[in-house]
């Protein structure tokens, strides 16, 4: 079955920076796309970004350009988010899910358990 683990969470200064990490077994990420999605207390879950599978084409929420970027490596079969500039606001449990291809999160298949991002001085 498809799995994946979020990993590099936790606590940064507004304006620092982190990355994440979205370790993905069993499943092809040259074929299919991953998005990053988060969701912080009493709020609804929201799209962050997403990279397609080929070619590798990324997409982000209005509310991350300039500030965030997706990557992927096919060989560790990882997908990260470089989070820079952080404000108090991207304070979310993050999760990365799979894609046939990038969309609506409701198309998504697979999620993660999710990482913690708080961004407080």
């Known amino acids: 079955q498809v799995e994946l683990v979020e990993s590099g969470g936790g606590l940064v200064q507004p304006g620092g920076s982190l990355r994440l990490s979205c370790e993905v077994s069993?499943?092809?990420?040259?074929?299919?796309?991953i998005g990053w999605f988060r969701q912080a207390p009493g709020k609804e879950r929201e799209g962050v970004a997403c990279?397609?599978?080929?070619?590798?084409?990324?997409y982000y929420a209005d509310s991350v350009k300039a500030r965030f970027t997706i990557s992927r490596n096919n060989r560790k079969n990882t997908v990260s988010l470089q989070m820079n500039s952080l404000k108090p606001d991207d304070t979310a449990v993050y999760y990365c899910?799979?894609?046939?291809?990038?969309?609506?999160?409701?198309?998504?298949?697979?999620w993660g358990q999710g990482t913690q991002v708080t961004v407080s001085s």
């Open positions: 899910a799979t894609y046939v291809a990038c969309g609506p999160q409701v198309d998504a298949n697979y």
């Open positions: 069993r499943f092809a990420l040259d074929y299919y796309a």
């Open positions: 990279i397609s599978g080929s070619p590798a084409k990324t």
